[in-house]
C-alpha cells in the first residue's frame, strides 16, 4: 500500500470509530420518541448495516470462511460512507419532508462511495 492508501485506511479507520457513537445516539434518539431519527434509524442506516453485513457474510461463504485483508478494508470504508450518509441523512431530513427522498439521496451517496471498493471483487 502506497502512502495515500495508508493515509485514506487510517483516515477511515477514525471515521470507523466516529461511526457506533454517532449511531449510538440515533438509536437513543429514536427509542426516546423522535420521530425524524426513527426514520433515519429504519430508512437509512439499517438498510446500509444490513447490505454490509449481507456482503461480509456472502464474502465468508464464498472464501471458505477466509477474510483477509480486502474484507477487512471493506468493513472500514463501508464504516466511512455509513457515516457520511448518515450526517447528510441528519442535515438533509429537515428539508426532505418525505422519508423516500431522504432513503434514495442517503443511498446514492453510500453506493457511490463503496462502488470502487467492491468492483475490486
Not at 41 to 65: C, D, K, N, T, Y
Request: with cysteine; proline share 4%; glycine share 6%.
Amino acid at each position: 500500500m502506497d502512502g495515500l492508501g495508508v493515509a485514506l485506511f487510517l483516515g477511515s479507520s477514525f471515521l470507523f470509530v466516529i461511526y457506533p457513537i454517532v449511531l449510538l445516539i440515533i438509536i437513543l434518539m429514536a427509542l426516546g420518541g423522535s420521530p425524524k431519527c426513527r426514520n433515519i434509524l429504519l430508512w437509512v442506516e439499517a438498510p446500509q448495516i444490513v447490505s454490509v453485513l449481507l456482503f461480509l457474510l456472502g464474502m465468508h461463504w464464498q472464501r471458505w470462511g477466509y477474510l483477509d485483508d480486502s474484507v477487512l478494508s471493506i468493513v472500514v470504508f463501508s464504516a466511512a460512507a455509513m457515516l457520511l450518509s448518515l450526517i447528510v441523512a441528519i442535515l438533509v431530513s429537515r428539508w426532505l419532508g418525505h422519508p423516500f427522498h431522504l432513503w434514495i439521496v442517503c443511498h446514492i451517496i453510500f453506493v457511490t462511495l463503496l462502488w470502487p471498493i467492491l468492483s475490486c471483487f
